[in-house]
DNA sequence: CTAGAATGAACGGTGGTTCAGTCATCGGGA
DNA sequence: TCCCGATGACTGAACCACCGTTCATTCTAG
């Protein structure tokens, strides 16, 4: 392996390559003008285009969740942590509309996405958010009756649904701003007192 | 237009196809083959292989609106409604295994599926949720604090996850027992009273 | 007999992938 | 110091498999 950056090189280009055109009308050739090599070279360290989507992926979502567990690690409470998790979650998409779109909508391409690659570091995501519910439980904060597996996949499914609204709409509005309203009403559900 | 039945027949044959081999390595051929038919006829039907899976979609999901908004005008109240809605929601995905992978996984192909045709269909079942949770605040039983457009997109999110988990899933629980505890976290969520 | 529905072989554009050739770098010998 | 040859990263034109689409022809119902 060569020059030791370029797999990032190409990556970051391919995420802006992927925002602008989709990846399936995305040639490899057009993923190598951005990143300023040849398309032959892409290959020196990629196994194929599919193999740059699942590798971008991977490492994203690596970085997301290490990123999202150091962060709330510094939180009071199961509660507040939830809190810091919602605004997290938007912050970083807000922040990085390429990594947005191509996250939100690029990235569910059928099989090659859903299946296989993405399982792996999806599920520890869902492991994170349900470690910090199952603390609140044993903390008392959240009730003994919910489900937390359940509670999990409602949570990442209410966040995602708000930020694919807001990738697909003309990201008119902030979606920072939804961040406290998505917050107070799942802990609303899930919390055993009042929020 | 010949045929008057032959459209359908087509699209009965593209969901199982999708559902097999997923939309991007399905070929038409394939779908002519399984619909019994010539790979040439389809294109007196449908213009375009992309066609077949928009109009799919408008027509699974311009039906799925129309059955939800008429099981539900039955319940009494808002919260019984959403109740309803959830359990339907779940129970006709589990009803159909192949559509659940299509709808689930294969229709959200980038952009083809996310912008342009669906946003309409889309947005109408967001409509009819959110028509349910403003007739509940109206009825007072909704808290007055609750943003109706967020909260609908959460319930959306919230169900499609679970749904998608199940289908990427081995399908080994059902899916439909886990449609109170969602109905009751997120109503717990947003209703006035503990429910 | 005829209209027009259905056929499916063949066309053509596309684009992922390859690989023979080019170029940059660097160590060591004169 | 300068030159030379070797190494291997890089290039990008060309290859070719693939498949959506077309349309000349066949079939069939009335």
Redesign the pocket.
């Known amino acids: 392996m ?2 030791p950056d ?1 797999p990032q090189q190409i990556i970051d280009a391919a995420v802006r390559v992927f925002a602008r055109n989709g990846y399936y ?5 057009d993923i190598a003008r951005e990143a300023g ?5 892409i ?2 360290y990629f196994k ?2 599919d193999d740059i989507l699942v590798t971008l992926f991977r490492e994203k979502m690596a970085d997301w969740v290490a990123h999202a567990r150091r962060e709330i690690s510094g939180e009071p409470d199961a509660l507040a942590k939830i809190r810091r998790l919602v605004a997290l979650h938007f912050q970083v998409l807000e922040t990085d509309p390429d990594l947005a779109e191509v996250v939100q909508v690029e990235l569910r391409q059928g099989h090659k996405f859903f299946r296989g690659a993405s399982a792996h570091e999806v599920s520890s995501y869902f492991a994170l958010i349900t470690s910090v519910l199952d603390e609140g439980m044993q903390a008392g904060l959240i009730r003994r009756d919910v489900p937390t597996k359940i509670a999990t996949k409602m949570l990442f499914g209410a966040m995602d649904q708000l930020a694919t609204s807001w990738v697909l709409g003309k990201r008119t509005y902030r979606l920072t701003d939804a961040a406290d309203a998505v917050a107070a009403i799942f802990l609303k559900g899930v919390a055993v007192h009042a929020v």
């Open positions: 060569p020059d370029k009308h995305s040639r490899v050739s090599i040849a398309s032959g070279t290959y020196l194929t285009k």
